[in-house]
């Protein structure tokens, strides 16, 4: 039913008694309605219960899949999609609509800010039932709780998803019915933000962005363009509806891709000793390599990371190996075989000290100590080249401060692998150490240099393009 279309020009309040006047007046000054909207507002209501009663629209998340779906309306994704309040809200009413398009059950939930740039009756009207507003409403017959909310979901979209959100989002902030869902949940979360670009700059929105990132939210865009202060252009504008869209049927794409494959990531630095407290070791803080094995895992992996010393904590669903050196490294690494895909994001130590004294060197006048050096052996390559249990998919990384795409595709030769993921490690590029990472993808057929991003997006990015290859798609 459209509610949108339904006439209710003839509705005469006045014909009804006095008590039900009374609770309809009541129920309109709590809403902050006039007597006419509120009757409007409850015959939507009813006509969109009656419609998810026909037809089970929002079958419950217990046994989502028992029932035989005979159509696209009962059967398409269940997404919350949460209204914040900037205003880029007016562009959330046609991703409704998009989203409806494709299938999608919708259930909305305004912010209180979101109510003053949209109404709740244009989202109820265009989604097909009364959006969600408060945290506890229990005099509401359509309160269903910010529990079930959360569970009878398979994806929550937050659009526009403002500054203050983010931040309460990645405080983990619950203080009202946005934010409660999106504590409570355990599906996949995707935000497009929007807001003003100074807002968007600023340090502390940097900081929440990444707490997201490294929760595992999703992001889509923000875009550059005209800001809706006249004259002000820049990087804020929320995604359009349907990049959102495309970002939504990725994220639930992306659900199981992996399920079934076993993949094995190398991770961090490692750590070479030269006596008991000293050793070789680089900057590497495996930050890309440990999101890569939690994207992996997210997408159903069965997922072992070999880490070397880091100061991450282990991503979750992932079966963690500590390791200190790269030979151990490599041995922990050909354990995991036979596997499907084994990605090299760790920064091995090219050599290690041929002979790492049993007891500390002690400073001596009149000389330094000479240190020699031996080669560690290269994991990437060995597995690339073997003959038997070879992964079907090899990724390596090259991690260059010069001609970074020249010398990335001389290394997909020498070390045989099939994918090369090089960045620039510059001290310039600030990648080292940081949370963000431009990355050019090189294979057999050529070279894909991706925008500068959260690592934790080419991690997501990277384990889709993994996924499709194994499904024959590419390689
Ligand atoms: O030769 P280079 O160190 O630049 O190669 C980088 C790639 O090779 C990375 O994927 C890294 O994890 C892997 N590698 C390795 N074992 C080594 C050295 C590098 O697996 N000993």
């Not at 990015?461 to 290859?469: G, H, S, T, Y």
């Amino acid at each position: 039913m459209d509610a949108g279309k339904t006439t209710l020009a003839s509705l005469t309040v006045r014909q009804l008694d006095d008590k039900l006047k009374t609770l309809l007046r009541l129920r309109a000054a709590r809403h902050g309605r006039s007597m006419e909207d509120e009757v409007r507002v409850i015959l939507r209501e009813a006509a969109a219960q009656a419609d998810r009663s026909a037809g089970e629209r929002f079958a419950p998340a217990a046994h989502p899949k028992a029932q035989a779906p005979s159509s696209a309306a009962e059967s398409g994704p269940r997404i919350v999609l949460i209204i914040g309040g900037g205003i880029a809200a007016y562009k959330s009413l046609d991703l409704i609509r998009r989203l409806q398009e494709r299938g999608a059950r919708l259930r909305c939930i305004l912010t209180a800010a979101a109510r003053h740039f949209v109404t709740q009756l244009a989202v109820g009207a265009l989604s097909g039932s009364q959006p969600f507003t408060e945290l506890f409403d229990p005099q509401s017959e359509f309160d269903v709780g910010h529990i079930r909310l959360a569970r009878e979901a398979d994806l929550i979209v937050v659009a526009p998803a403002t500054a203050d959100l983010l931040a309460k989002m990645a405080g983990g902030h619950a203080d009202d019915l946005a934010t409660a869902v999106l504590l409570a949940t355990d599906k996949p979360i995707l935000i497009a933000p929007a807001m003003n670009p100074q807002m968007w700059v600023a340090k502390a929105t940097a900081r929440n962005l990444a707490q997201l990132a490294a929760d595992g939210v999703g992001v889509v865009g923000p875009n550059f363009g005209e800001m809706a202060e006249r004259g002000e252009a820049g990087l804020g504008r929320m995604a359009e509806p349907l990049e959102i869209v495309a970002a939504v049927e990725g994220l639930l794409r992306r659900g199981a891709t992996l399920a079934g494959k076993r993949i094995v990531v190398t991770s961090g630095p490692t750590h070479e000793p030269i006596d008991p407290v000293r050793f070789i070791a680089n900057r590497s803080s495996g930050k890309q390599g440990h999101a890569i094995a939690g994207a992996a895992a997210a997408a159903g992996g069965e997922v072992i990371l070999v880490s070397g010393p880091v100061n991450l904590p282990d991503p979750p669903g992932v079966t963690v190996v500590r390791v200190e050196t790269a030979r151990q490294m490599f041995e922990a690494v050909e354990k995991t075989l036979p596997t499907d895909v084994a990605i090299f994001a760790a920064a091995v130590a090219d050599w290690r000290a041929e002979s790492p004294s049993a007891s500390k060197i002690k400073k001596r006048t009149g000389g330094t100590p000479t240190l020699k050096l031996m080669e560690n052996p290269d994991i990437l390559a060995s597995i690339a080249h073997r003959k038997t249990a070879r992964p079907r998919l090899v990724i390596g990384f090259a991690a260059e401060t010069d001609d970074v795409v020249v010398n990335a595709r001389a290394k997909l030769t020498q070390k045989g692998c099939d994918w090369i993921v090089a960045n620039d490690v510059s001290p310039e590029s600030g990648i080292m150490g940081g949370d963000s990472n431009t990355v050019h993808l090189v294979t057999a057929s050529g070279v894909e240099s991706w925008p500068p991003q959260a690592k934790d997006r080419v991690a997501h990015l990277l384990v889709e393009r993994i996924a499709a290859a194994l499904d024959g798609a590419e390689r």
